[in-house]
């Protein structure tokens, strides 16, 4: 039998393993601690001999408990293990939120107790309304045993709580409840190694698990990648989120602290950080070279005394050098600071920066592997859309965790223009964005694949709850529009949220259609207008027939003159027929 601390890790560390077969696959895990608390993973306590997880963030605030309103319980036996699911709610809630919960668990009632064997029986009348869904077996002698009845579980049960929440939602338009997405799962991930970390001292075996994303992609000691892209169709937020997460990297916070700031605070600091240099932004396309992102030889005219100019060639660095530069100084700073019992201090130009890292004056910090600088985020928004083979040349290697400068396999390079020494930084972190619905993504290289986590963002239309136009209800019309292109394209070709996020009347909505999805649509379907159509109903399209005189064309032997057709227009849709048009959209 495994100790409750071997217990806990074991789970952990299964799941981990489902997140690292399936992106998608995520969990809860333990984000503040009391005493004695400091290292464990998930909600519970030794003494009890239990510990919980879930795989939904459903708010719920009910006298006496902080726990989660469904959860997956493993117990800890004299000789055995034990696990069930738990779904509760007060009977008495205050506020819509909570009543909506309470809905939501007596919804999926029916559907549970129909597929499932119960724990224990159903109290109606009680003040915690609970159902308790049994293990396959009553306990288990070996873990492996019992992950595998779970495997058999779960699905069935994600899909019916998936499905009892989109019908509640129906019902009660800012019911607040989703699956934790990938987004989400990193930063709870984040802030649950920042507490171990913290405490690291305290004990002697420490849960500072390392999790692999892509076979070599793995969390450094601030818990986040040092290489990760958000992919997905146009409109889920990508760019929007890099922000939060920069933010989050350089401040420590979880998506969810920041959540709860307003959008011109979040702002109004990265602009900060984007000052000080140490957020840096680019854009890839296909002009991008490796001499604009490392360096290369650039032309200059420099002017003489007497006032005639020279035509001089000069090896200039490109943005990453300039990050790499930054990157360094943080960690040149952090040791400088220490020896002199100083803070850090502002960094000068950036000019002056490449000038002191090509130098060499900051490669012993950052050589030093118990150095942790001040991070520093590049951020590349549409990093597919530019020939990254070429933009980053031998780079590719280097920006590998394990060959970063200080890391155990560390590599440099001998630049090909300045013929320098360079390695790159271990408190570089690189966020790149990828929209899914270009045809440039079949060509992204395979080597960056390996090299970079890939997060998955897709369209949350759950994130439009509670916006209804009139009649129109704007979830509804997203997920509607999105099951038929999945249909008729792929998933990844959706439509994002944000083009309907600010809605706010039937003025915008008709802007949103018209001059975004539309469009989006027209891109996607390019001359299938009948596709677009079957999207969009028949309140966006006009029929027109071709007509033309019998004697247009000549009489000629064994040639068929072409028959009359039907042609589909797709219309643009005036504000004061927006309502009827997505009426009949959504059937």
């Known amino acids: 039998m495994l100790s409750y ?13 489902k997140h690292q077969a399936d992106n998608n696959f995520t969990f809860t895990v333990r984000q503040s601690a009391t005493k004695n608390s400091e290292t464990d993973y998930f909600i519970g306590t030794q003494r009890s001999g239990y510990f919980a997880t879930t795989f939904w963030s459903i ?38 939120q909570n009543r909506a919960v309470l809905n939501l668990i007596k919804t999926i009632k029916e559907p549970l107790v129909e597929k499932y064997t119960l724990a224990r029986k159903i109290n109606e009348t009680a003040k915690m309304y609970t159902i308790r869904i049994a293990g396959l077996q009553e306990n288990y002698a070996l873990l492996e045993d019992m992950f595998q009845d779970i495997d058999v579980q779960l699905p069935g049960i994600i899909a019916i709580v998936d499905q009892g929440i989109l019908s509640v939602k129906q019902s009660i338009q800012r019911f607040t409840a989703h699956r934790v997405t990938p987004q989400e799962f990193v930063s709870l991930i984040n802030k649950l190694n920042q507490r171990v970390e913290k405490h690291r001292n305290m004990v002697k075996e420490i849960a500072a698990t390392e999790i692999s994303f892509d076979n070599e992609i793995s969390i450094n000691s601030h818990s986040m990648p040092l290489n990760q ?37 979040l702002k109004a600091r990265y602009q900060h950080y984007v000052d000080n240099g140490q957020v840096l932004f680019t854009t890839f396309h296909q002009s991008m070279s490796y001499e604009d992102f490392v360096e290369g030889i650039k032309p200059r005219f420099d002017e003489n005394e007497d006032g005639s100019k020279q035509l001089i060639y000069e090896v200039e660095s490109g943005l990453f050098k300039i990050a790499c530069a930054h990157a360094a100084y943080n960690m040149y700073i952090e040791v400088k600071g220490a020896s002199l019992g100083q803070s850090a201090e502002v960094p000068p ?112 239309a759950a994130l439009l709850a509670g916006i209804i136009i009139e009649n129109i209800n704007l979830q509804h019309i997203l997920m509607r529009i999105n099951d038929r292109i999945k249909v008729l394209l792929d998933k990844d070709h959706q439509i994002g949220h944000s083009y309907l996020i600010t809605v706010r009347s039937t003025r915008d909505l008709a802007h949103a259609f018209n001059n975004c999805i539309i469009p989006l649509l027209k891109e996607y379907f390019y001359r299938d207008e009948e596709k677009i159509a079957l999207v969009l109903g028949t309140g966006f399209i006009a029929l027109e027939n071709d007509s033309f005189s019998g004697d247009l064309f000549p009489d000629l032997p064994n040639i068929r003159k072409p028959q009359y057709k039907t042609r589909l227009n797709i219309l643009e849709v005036p504000e004061e027929h927006i309502i009827d048009a997505l009426n009949q959209l959504i059937g």
Do not use: C
């Open 5 to 17: 601390d071997a217990y806990e890790k074991s789970v952990y560390e299964w799941l981990m393993g």
């Open 59 to 96: 708010p719920v605030n009910f006298p006496g408990s902080s726990g989660d309103a469904i959860s997956l319980i493993f117990v800890l036996g004299e000789s055995n293990y034990t696990y069930y699911f738990e779904f509760t709610q007060t009977q008495d809630p205050r506020d819509d």
């Open 229 to 265: 892209i958000l992919y997905g169709p146009p409109g889920t937020g990508k760019t929007y989120n890099t922000i939060n997460l920069a933010l989050s990297i350089i401040e420590g916070k979880t998506d969810a602290e920041l959540s709860l700031e307003d959008r011109a605070s």
């Open 349 to 460: 130009a950036s000019t002056a920066l490449v000038s002191k890292f090509n130098s060499g004056l900051f490669q012993k910090a950052i050589s030093n592997p118990d150095i942790e600088g001040k991070p520093v985020v590049l951020i590349i928004d549409e990093i597919n859309r530019g020939n990254v083979s070429a933009i980053f040349g031998e780079l590719i290697t280097l920006i590998e965790e394990s060959k970063r400068a200080g890391r155990g396999e560390a590599l440099e390079v001998t630049l090909p223009y300045s013929k320098q020494k360079f390695s790159v930084p271990s408190n570089l972190y690189i966020i790149g964005t990828m929209n899914t619905a270009d045809r440039s993504v079949e060509a992204l290289d395979t080597a960056l694949r390996r090299r970079f986590a890939f997060v998955e963002m897709m369209p949350n």
